[in-house]
């Protein structure tokens, strides 16, 4: 079974540029997150979606980041303009039970974001 | 707020060393403890959790009890490999809530 699929890998821009991530989460869960993670810290939950509704987007800062997730698989996150704290891993995962604090998150292998 | 403490690293051990990596937490409720690891190049995996006081998680040879008296969930192994070289994260998580609530995260590296 195929996990989590987050395309760039890796990506270097410079401040004011804009920027997507990409993410396709496991086959028939509905539930996805996106965690940004900063250097030498633990991931921290930036939007989550149960199918193509955002449930909780509290900490995503909207003055320039926006997220969406058309139909219900894949999401794309962006960020415009760029800042050079956004610097960071954006860490996409995926969930089968939405809401269910017993459900086990499996996350992709993240984006890695610089601002020059 | 809740939040979780975990020692800081990089840890560095020689294989077949006995492991240990601390984590405290602060919490106003009741939550699942987990601890996940982050091979290099890859996505973050759960390694094991517990969902109630003095419950034990175990897998791939690693343990961790959770003790509420001293809210705490130290993750142990009796004998390192180089292949658990990676980064381990303590977290948080109440029944009620899909919000994950990670510690900054320890690198270990194992020494051959």
């Known amino acids: 079974e195929a996990g989590v699929v987050q395309s760039p890998r890796y990506k270097i821009i410079e401040k004011k540029q804009p920027v997507a991530f990409w993410c396709n989460p496991i086959?028939?869960?509905?539930?996805l997150y996106w965690y940004r993670q900063n250097l030498g810290q633990g991931p921290e939950l930036l939007i989550r979606?149960?199918?193509?509704?955002?449930?909780?987007d509290s900490q995503l800062p909207k003055d320039r980041f926006s997220a969406e997730r058309l139909k219900g698989v894949d999401s794309t996150l962006k960020i415009q303009p760029a800042e050079l704290g956004d610097s960071a891993v954006y860490l996409c995962?995926?969930?089968?039970?939405?809401?269910?604090?017993?459900?086990?998150?499996?996350f992709g292998p993240g984006t890695r974001l610089t601002v020059l | 707020g809740d939040s979780v403490t975990q020692m800081e690293g990089p840890v560095t051990l020689s294989e077949e060393a006995f492991l240990t990596i601390n984590c405290t937490y602060t919490a106003t409720g009741y939550p699942s403890l987990f601890w996940y690891v982050q091979y290099p190049g890859e996505g973050l995996q759960l390694l094991l959790k517990?969902?109630?006081?003095?419950d034990k998680g175990s897998n791939k040879g690693f343990e961790a009890t959770y003790r509420k008296e001293t809210t705490s969930f130290h993750l142990e192994k009796g004998s390192v490999q180089v292949s658990d070289s990676a980064v381990y994260f303590c977290?948080?998580?109440?029944?009620?809530?899909?919000?994950?609530?990670f510690g900054s995260g320890t690198r270990l590296s194992i020494r051959p």
């Open positions: 979606y149960e199918n193509e509704e955002a449930v909780d």
């Open positions: 995962a995926s969930s089968l039970i939405s809401g269910a604090g017993t459900d086990t998150q499996y």
């Open positions: 517990a969902t109630k006081a003095d």
């Open positions: 086959s028939g869960h509905n539930t």
């Open positions: 977290a948080l998580r109440y029944s009620s809530a899909s919000k994950i609530i």
